[in-house]
């Protein structure tokens, strides 16, 4: 049986001469540990499910993401992550919005699958709700880096003078996982710190099923990186399962089709992770660049941050 995994670690406008050579080698490093990660799972039979959750929190662990420790700020200067997880066998899904303190936010949406009659839990009851169930808590300076901080004082000048949609700067580093196990299973996860300054407990695409991750043994799994809104608008990660169970598309066109074609129409722009119970992958951004990477049966691991990467 085919086994695979793709992982992405955010969109934007990731532009070569922006990046340090430092930052970069620092950066496919961390993407290709987390696909080891999820590999040696896969390769040991484990689920989908549970490849995609360790591979996540070896990034929301890596102060480079925005997700876990390194998240952007709020516009009130704290850090409120989402995440969601979802089994393409049971369809079965666990997802937390807004959650403080948590450690690795993709266990607490895991732990919300397995063990709550609910799929969805936010803020202080999902923190109340990981407390319970024994997860690692941290202090909120945990999360904080510098970084981050310097681009949420960036965001709140530019605020003063008028609000920039188009610049797409700060918004990379939300992490995503896709997966096939020998078992034929498919499992989707995403996690982040959302927008920097967001406000009014703003939520993203990431933890929403459907839109942000999507997992279905019929058709595919998804994870999504981009501008939430746009993402939320289109329906993004369903709209390219639709299109491979009711038109019959391929992984690659259905989900070319939704980033390259819909997308754009209403004036967003992203990526997806995607892959199939064949072991496809579709990687399509519409952004300048993507980190991003994948393996399928523990051969070559493909690791890619810029447009013109092969
Ligand atoms: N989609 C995420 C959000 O809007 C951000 C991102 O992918 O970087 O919260």
């Not at 939520?203 to 999504?224: F, K, Q, R």
Request: aromatic share 6%; hydrophobic share 40%; glycine share 10%.
């Amino acid at each position: 049986m085919p086994f695979g995994i793709a992982i992405h670690g955010g969109a934007g406008t990731i532009l070569r001469e922006k990046l340090t050579s430092e930052k970069e080698k620092a950066i496919r490093s961390a993407l290709e540990f987390a696909i080891q990660t999820g590999t040696k799972c896969l390769q040991d039979g484990e689920t989908a499910l549970k490849a995609v959750e360790l591979a996540i929190r070896t990034m929301e662990d890596n102060p480079l993401f925005n997700a876990g420790k390194g998240s952007v700020f709020t516009h009130q200067g704290i850090i409120e992550m989402d995440a969601a997880i979802m089994c393409g066998q049971t369809l079965n899904a666990g997802s937390v919005a807004g959650v403080r303190g948590v450690k690795n936010p993709i266990t607490l949406a895991k732990t919300v699958l397995e063990k709550s009659d609910f799929i969805m839990l936010s803020g202080k009851g999902a923190a109340d709700f990981a407390k319970q169930h024994q997860l690692d808590i941290e202090p909120l300076e945990y999360f904080f880096t510098e970084d981050r901080l310097q681009q949420l004082k960036k965001a709140l000048k530019k605020q003063k003078v008028q609000l920039d949609h188009s610049d797409q700067e700060d918004k990379y580093g939300t992490v995503g996982a896709v997966a096939l196990d020998q078992h034929g299973n498919l499992a989707a996860a995403t996690s982040t710190g959302g927008m920097t300054n967001k406000r009014y407990g703003r939520i993203g695409d990431s933890p929403l099923i459907g839109i942000g991750t999507y997992a279905n043994n019929e058709t595919c799994a998804i994870s999504c990186t981009g501008h939430g809104e746009y993402f939320m608008r289109s329906v993004v990660a369903y709209d390219i399962a639709c299109l491979m169970e009711y038109k019959g598309w391929s992984l690659q066109q259905a989900s070319e089709h939704v980033i390259f074609e819909k997308l754009p129409k209403i004036g967003g722009s992203g990526g997806v992770i995607a892959i199939d119970t064949q072991g496809n992958i579709a990687l399509p951004f519409s952004s300048k660049g993507m980190y991003r990477a994948s393996q399928i049966n523990g051969e070559d691991i493909h690791v890619a941050i810029f447009k013109d990467d092969e």
